[in-house]
């Protein structure tokens, strides 16, 4: 029933607002709200120093009219590729209520304050998690990474405070361009496309 009430409901420019980021977040509420299993996951793409893509699943942890952001192992295969070449792509696939957005830009790390911010939110485990995991090195086994996090467990433990590891912290997406993606019936989709000229944004509508 959801899907088919999203497929009733369209795109038309005169209702769209002139900065993609405020339907993005109206868009990105609807998705919470629907109860689909994690609606801020998003697929980020990377270019490789062969020139090859590579795709992987992140989690959205904040966005405004700076871009969005996520976190990560600076040290993982990701954020080398983002430091090397800083383009990336990045879609929310929200099949549920028929809906996607598809994001092209330049990934940027966040301040070190921001990212100590964050950091101090996180679940416990999860915070010893960042100092234990050599996030996409070659391990030997899983106990290695066992080790590693009791190892961990041990040098902070409760109430001990946990500093963030230097190595890990927030990237932000900027993008250049937004698309809204609205499935409707026949294929006759809605696809309304923002790309950024200046300070100000571009909507144009583009065909199915």
Known sequence: ????????LGLREADLPTDPFIL????LADAVTSG??????????????????ACRLVLL?????????FFTNYRSRKAHELALDPRCAAVFPWHCIFRQVRLEGA??????????????????????GAWASPQSEEVPDREYLDRAY??????????????RPGHWGGIRIVPGSVEFWQG?????????????????????????
Not at 1 to 8: G, V
Not at 61 to 69: A, H, I, N, P
Not at 112 to 124: I, L, M, N, Q, V
Not at 187 to 201: A, K, N
Request: hydrophobic share 35%; no cysteine.
């Open 150 to 163: 009791q190892k961990a467990v041990m040098r902070w433990p409760e109430p001990t405070r946990i500093p």
């Open 107 to 128: 990934a940027e790390r966040i301040s070190t304050e921001e990212s100590d911010a964050y950091f101090a939110t996180r679940p416990r485990g999860s915070q010893l």
């Open 24 to 27: 993005f977040e109206q868009w």
């Open 36 to 53: 689909m299993h994690e609606p801020t996951a998003m697929a980020v793409s990377t270019i490789g120093p062969t020139g090859a893509p």
């Open 61 to 69: 942890k904040s966005v405004d009219e700076r871009g969005l952001v």
């Open 184 to 208: 409707r019936p026949d294929r006759m989709h809605d696809r309304i496309h923002y790309s950024r000229v200046g300070q100000s944004w571009k909507l144009r509508r583009l065909a199915p």
């Open 1 to 8: 029933m959801l899907r088919q009430e999203y497929a009733k």
